[in-house]
């Protein structure tokens, strides 16, 4: 007799569930993982036009330097900078689809500090 029965067909349909109640998770941490790039990108990208800034004027808050909130390229973190004419610190924080990133918040500082540890 050819087909399936009621039993295999719910065994195979069990099977499948528990493979994706499995997958599903991992699949959105490595999503995540990747769309934090964009964030770091960001920040890696302002710091470098402070240090060009700081390097012309000798101040981070110079009329030239940005300054302010604006959107990473792909919009998945909002970026803002706190500015002293010796300091900054830049801090890119998630929205969207990336708000519920275990990570949270990234900073860049003018010393090279990024955090949190272990999501750079």
């Known amino acids: 007799m ?3 029965t009621l039993i295999e ?4 349909v069990a099977v499948i569930a528990i493979l994706a109640a499995i997958a599903y998770p991992s699949y959105t941490q490595y999503v995540q993982e990747a769309r934090r790039t964009d964030g ?7 710091a ?7 390097t012309v004027s000798n101040d981070y808050t110079a009329g030239s330097c940005p300054s ?3 959107t990473s390229d792909e919009g ?3 970026v803002s900078i706190t500015a002293s004419a010796s300091s ?3 801090t890119a924080s998630p929205q969207g689809a990336q708000s519920t990133d275990d990570c949270g918040n990234l900073t860049l500082n003018h010393q090279g500090v990024r955090t949190p540890d272990g999501c750079w």
Not at 9 to 12: A, G, Q, R, V
Not at 40 to 46: E, K
């Open 48 to 54: 470098g036009q402070l240090e060009r800034c700081y």
């Open 88 to 90: 900054y610190t830049l």
């Open 40 to 46: 770091m990108s960001a920040l890696s990208n302002l």
């Open 76 to 78: 998945f973190y909002s």
């Open 9 to 12: 067909l719910m065994i195979t």
């Open 68 to 70: 302010g909130t604006s």
């Open 2 to 4: 050819l087909g399936f």
